[in-house]
């Protein structure tokens, strides 16, 4: 049995999960940021803002959209980075 149809299906299920993983971890930097008043923290969460709708945008019109991806890469790269940066300066 084949579940070709299926496949645009568990795309979108995948960026709705993606979605949400960076939603949490935008939440949490930017209440922290707030609270502790690091620009690093703001910046991270700012970054995952952006993979937050790029996540949301490609699962709600699915098909291959190179310059979303590239963007939600280089945005979940630049949130590691920063988040990486701020662990190591405290």
Not at 29 to 52: E, H, N, P, Q
Not at 58 to 82: D, E, I, K, Q, Y
Request: aromatic share 4%.
């Amino acid at each position: 049995m084949s579940d070709r149809g299926l496949q645009p299906e568990r795309t979108a299920l995948a960026w709705q999960r993606t979605g949400l993983s960076a939603a949490v971890a935008a939440a949490l930097l930017l209440r922290t940021g707030f609270a502790a008043g690091s620009v690093l923290d703001l910046a991270a969460g700012g970054c995952a803002v952006v993979v937050v709708v790029l996540c949301w945008l490609t699962a709600r019109r699915p098909g291959t959209r190179p310059w979303r991806l590239r963007v939600s890469a280089g945005a979940a790269c630049v949130t590691a980075l920063l988040v990486t940066v701020r662990l190591v300066c405290e």
